[in-house]
């Protein structure tokens, strides 16, 4: 305790919660016998005509982000001891048959598959079946 402070007693203590108490009880009598009412200047009509915005604009912003697009042909496991024989010509076994539809991910979600094809000798893909954004919803729901 400072010099200047003086000592507070708990007779101090005890006035001060009933007044505090006291004042609570008259804020809540005053709201009970007299209900605020809200102006019209405070809250506008609801018409459900809201101003008009152009969605066009708002994809916009998202247009230009990056995505990483991957193309799977299929999956393998592979003990380390064969990973490290493997080397230039050796041939990795896949779980996707031949012909079979590729998968198309997203950032690693699925949206599509499709069938390789070759175009001016590169690699591509032809998109034979988009999953729906329900699908979708419903696979991460899983």
Do not use: Y
């Amino acid at each position: 305790m400072e010099e200047n402070e003086t000592p507070i007693s708990e007779d101090d203590w005890g006035a001060a919660i009933a007044e505090q108490e006291k004042a609570d009880a008259d804020a809540a009598a005053k709201a009970i016998a007299a209900p605020p009412v809200a102006s019209a200047s405070v809250f506008q009509e609801f018409s459900g005509k809201g101003p008009q915005v152009e969605t066009h604009n708002d994809i916009d912003f998202i247009l230009d982000i990056p995505v990483q697009l991957t193309v799977e042909l299929g999956r393998t496991k592979i003990a380390i001891k064969n990973l490290l024989q493997l080397a230039q010509g050796s041939v990795v076994e896949l779980d996707g048959l031949a012909g079979e539809p590729m998968d198309v991910l997203v950032n690693g979600c699925l949206i599509a598959q499709g069938e390789v094809v070759v175009v001016n000798d590169k690699f591509g893909i032809r998109l034979t079946d988009i999953v729906t954004p329900a699908e979708r919803i419903r696979k991460l729901n899983k």
